[in-house]
């Protein structure tokens, strides 16, 4: 009689505790994607756009990266900041 009743309860822990863990490893995961969307959206409008200054009309839009023969200089991209290439394209405007 104790084999009868034994088995079956058994059998209902072990499904019931795999349950619990395999929900809780769900939560784990899923949550985690939510929170990170959250906070890059938070930062996102923190950050002060007017700080940066886009009006380089001398700067670079653009500019090869690899050559075949070619010596590689330095350039301005219309944001101010020194980049470095090979033929540079599209010159920025107001």
Avoid at 37 to 64: F, I, P
Wanted: aromatic share 12%; charged share 30%.
């Amino acid at each position: 009689m104790k084999k009868k009743i034994f088995a079956p309860l058994l059998g209902a822990v072990v499904l019931g505790l795999s349950a619990y863990a395999g929900y809780r490893m769900y939560d784990a995961y899923a949550g985690n994607s939510e929170d990170d969307l959250l906070l890059a959206n938070a930062e996102a409008l923190a950050d002060d756009e007017s700080t940066l200054k886009c009006d380089n009309v001398n700067g670079y839009k653009s500019w090869a990266t690899r050559s075949i023969f070619g010596r590689k200089r330095e350039f301005y991209d219309c944001c101010y900041i020194l980049r470095e290439g090979y033929d540079p394209e599209g010159i920025c405007v107001r």
